[in-house]
């Protein structure tokens, strides 16, 4: 029982944080039909940004309690990813909004190979020990263990969930949001400001995206300039699972995603006598994928984004 217990615990958290980046591919495609595969870069971006800021706090103010640290690490992040994510918007996708499908596409893989480039040529092309400024001290939950980091982790991503819900359905710029979705011919009719309203949901995006990147580096207590590819495709699965373009899909997707991947690495591991087991974790977040693709290509939840052609 407590085996089990311990791998709902963390197929739970590594399921919140590919939710966190899996928001961010649904919105994008939501309002723009565009696969931002260069969204796992911005999480990379987070988490060393965050990094830095620890580096320079613990320098500076090394007294300061730990969940301030990593507080200022996010906040300091946050602003960060967004305007990355808007500059990249700005400069490679704009353009390419009528743009036959498969340019827009090669251009976010030209945009992901640039700042992952770009992030090697900062922090180098070692990895990092990512500062642990909150106890490592786990805590026993019914049985299993979890961490402070990891406590955390849940309850950042389920307030990032609740606001990023009650900004869509119940704010003017949601409401916004909902139009550019259904139809952005017939919104800029009725006086929405497209781009001002895609640009917006790139820095949601990528805001969510830098608080799961710190929070990533904070629970693996390592980052790299690479770190952002798997967990970036990983987190694309989560959307398609749940129906990307539904903003309740990609966190239903992610939170399965999650539980799939430490169940199956816990349970295949134990019937293969470790053959299949932890290493192997990531084949599930593909085979989800392809079987997905295969009997529901809407996803769970099917996918809300109306037919534009």
Request: positive net charge.
């Amino acid at each position: 029982m407590e085996i089990l217990v311990q791998q709902l615990l963390n197929g739970l958290v590594l399921g919140s944080m590919y939710s966190l980046i899996a928001l961010g591919y649904t919105m994008v495609y939501g309002v723009l039909n565009l696969i931002n595969f260069a969204h796992g870069d911005v999480l990379m971006i987070g988490a060393m940004v965050g990094w830095t800021l620890l580096q320079l706090i613990g320098k500076v103010s090394p007294e300061l309690p730990g969940i301030l640290q990593l507080a200022f690490a996010i906040a300091g992040a946050v602003p960060v990813c967004a305007g990355i994510s808007m500059l990249i918007e700005r400069v490679a996708y704009r353009r390419l909004r009528n743009a036959p499908r498969l340019a827009p596409l090669i251009t976010a893989i030209g945009v992901s190979i640039l700042l992952q480039t770009l992030a090697m040529m900062v922090w180098g092309r070692n990895p990092l020990p990512f500062p642990q400024v909150l106890s490592t001290e786990p805590l026993h939950v019914f049985g299993a263990l979890i961490t402070t980091t990891q406590i955390l982790l849940l309850l950042l991503a389920l307030i990032s969930m609740l606001f990023l819900a009650l900004l869509v359905e119940r704010t003017r710029m949601g409401r916004a949001m909902r139009a550019v979705a259904e139809n952005p011919r017939v919104a800029a009719l009725m006086g929405v400001d497209a781009n001002r309203v895609i640009v917006f949901t790139f820095a949601v995006g990528a805001a969510l995206a830098a608080v799961a990147g710190v929070m990533w580096g904070a629970n693996y207590a390592s980052v790299q300039f690479a770190m952002g590819f798997t967990p970036g495709l990983k987190a694309f699965s989560a959307a398609v699972l749940g129906g990307i373009g539904n903003i309740y899909g990609a966190m239903l997707g992610g939170i399965l995603l999650g539980l799939i991947e430490s169940l199956g690495a816990g349970y295949i591991g134990d019937l293969t006598a470790g053959v299949l087991g932890s290493h192997y974790q990531d084949i599930f977040a593909f085979i989800v994928l392809i079987l997905v693709l295969t009997v529901r290509p809407s996803g769970i939840m099917g996918e809300r984004v109306a037919d534009r052609s």
